[in-house]
């Protein structure tokens, strides 16, 4: 058993608000119903489990759930040290208030970068484990007895006497026990719950359809919006006309807002066909109007100029003066849309003092806070129904002003006469959405006399993700470290290195795509190792593991290289390949088999991915996550391209953005491998390490390198 400290404070602030059951929780609002009249909380949310009179177990989920499995993981952390059964466990989603529900590594309330299981890992046992503590208190007064006669199992509550109580007929005696200034967690090998494959907790109202979404959301004279973006990002609006848009027996209004021109209407079909009827002019002087190859060659024209420095070691100009040879390649990545299942909307009701706000954000107190300063309200009037978002990857998390600030833009406008539905279409998501932004690399090494490799130089250029945002102070001497993230974490032992990034300019908004800029640094950083392997002939596998120190990334390497059977014969026609990548304090290993399709393009026949993430929170959720990230990675790098002309946008919806089909995937193993070490996230590791996999195996297959991807543009134009 460990002890570790208790936030006393914040559980003094929990136990203050519940007149009945163990307050560790508070007045819980719906998450969301048809027709449900605007609801003000009666005090601030201060907890993170309720456990009621009738035995159910509340938790309160800081992360917003958007299908990898958050809801279920901090159920089970908590569960398990709370000592509760599965079956009586349930899960909301918190409202806004970062005092509270703050992400401990942010600083903001919000879910991202792969971070809420680490960050909720302690402070969710602490929970569970001081509920627990209270429990056995109470009936420890009840019974007459040592709290260390007593034993909690599957939510019941027992001792040696025979005396045995449910968590629910314990609860309001619990409540009124001190809160203790120290817990014990538990050792890992005491989990029950932990390591276990549980079902998802939202699995049966996400598969019977009661789950709630956004665009379930019908209140009372609710008119939804649609808004007509400018053509080009920066151009600005000079005037409309709506005349024609207001012919439509279904709209009621059309009012301009910064960012374009909303129309409102009863029915979102009615909004749609008024938007096509506006008339608007737009003013392009300031607008970015070159196209993806002009900028692609803009940024080129920086690949031979110094860049920003960000990881210098020994002396890279003296190990290429003195090289035998001397391999140099450049790679383009192109924008990407995040392409989630669900479009970006909200709703937004303001009675002229409190405003509620109903969304799948990746970031509450971020959007509560926008929605307050746009009302001209204070924080506090603003509340958040944070419900299930149909998928996030970064694109719900938004480090600048966007869907819930134009909602809101829309509501001001209108006087808040109506509670206001904003829709984005896939259209509207794919053309004034943002993007994983573009980049170009350019990678040098070093051999010398004997096949060593003796200098790494990395050179990046692209936009930077925090520049001109509330984050803009992690750019440091010229160095987004979001922009760079992964080149800097070269697992080989390279003697001299030199990396150095150009912040390039664009009008392109840009955010997080699912792993960041892994998506493109473990492409060029994984495909430039197999090229330098090769031409010192050395094995793909065993030449990097030469090259390692780190002993849990050679684990994982071997381990897969084991899985897979590396250096087996193949079929006439199949080509196996090898990478490996670390984000996020994840270690992934992945090989893939590829054969060509009759387009001509890599058909990936099979995955073997291998991953050490620390100690396994859900085996099934966690191989699920795997799967959907070698998926989304397979989608982008095979065909996934954000095309621009003159500043338009071209891509439009799957048509011509495609990813992966049923019949495209390929069989995919994962071995998660066993570990004790505190868990890190799993949403995104595995994103980035398909790409150059497929790639080192197209190389083989056909003596071909992909330096420009998607690899459908490079093979097929």
Known sequence: ??????????????????????????????????????EIPEAPPSAFVHIAPDNTVTVISKHTEMGQGVYTGLATILGDE????????????????????????????????????????????????????????AAAERWKVSPKEITVSKGIVSDESGHSATFGELAEAANQQKVPDTVSLKDPSEFTLIGQSLPKVDSLEKSTGKAIYTQDI?????????????????????SFDASKAL??????????IPRGVAVLAKTTWGAMRGRQLLETQWDESEAELRGTEEIISDYRSLLTIPGAPFEQRGDTEAAFAAASKVIESE???????????????????????NAVLRSGTQMPSMEQSRVAETLGIPEENVSIINLYAGGGFGRKANFVNDMEWETATIVKATDGRYPIKLIYTREDDMRAGFYRP???????????????????????????????????????????????????????????TSMDYHMAESGVPCLSWRSVSHTHTAYSKETFMDELLEATGQDPIEGRLALMEDVRAKNVIQICAERYGWGKQLPEGIAAGFAYNEAFSGRVAQIVEVTKDQAGLPKVVSVTCVIDIGIAINPHIIEAQVESAIMMGMSAALMGEITIEKGRVQTSNFHDYPVVRLHQAPKIDVVIVPSQADPTGIGEPATPVIGPAIANAWYQLTGQRIRRLPFSRELIG
């Not at 019908?218 to 000079?238: E, I």
């Open 1 to 38: 058993m460990t002890s570790a400290p208790l936030n006393r404070r914040q559980f003094l602030q929990i136990s203050a608000t519940l007149g009945t059951g163990l307050t560790l929780g508070f007045h819980l609002l719906p998450r969301g119903v048809q027709g449900q009249a605007l």
């Open 82 to 137: 709370l000592d509760a059964d599965w079956s009586q466990i349930g899960v909301v989603a918190a409202p806004a208030n970062v005092k509270i529900y703050a992400h401990l590594m942010l600083g903001v309330q919000g879910t991202g970068g792969s971070m809420s299981i680490p960050n909720a890992w302690i402070q969710y046992r602490q929970v569970g484990a001081t509920a627990r503590a209270m429990l056995v208190a």
């Open 331 to 353: 790679f383009v990545f192109p924008y990407l849309a995040h392409a989630c299942m669900e479009p970006v909307n909200c709703t937004i009701e303001f009675d002229g003092t």
């Open 247 to 256: 012919t439509i027996p279904d709209v009621v209004e059309v009012v301009e």
């Open 438 to 496: 573009l980049f170009v690399h350019r990678l040098r090494a070093a051999l010398d006399g004997n096949g060593t490799i003796t200098a790494w130089e990395s050179r990046l250029v692209g936009q930077s993700f925090v520049k001109g945002t509330f984050l803009g102070f992690m750019v440091q001497n010229d160095v987004d470290p979001l922009a760079i993230e992964g080149a800097n974490l070269l697992p080989y032992g390279v003697p001299n």
């Open 218 to 238: 019908q209140t009372a004279g609710q008119l939804v919006a649609v808004v007509a973006h400018a053509p080009s990002f920066g151009a600005k609006l000079v």
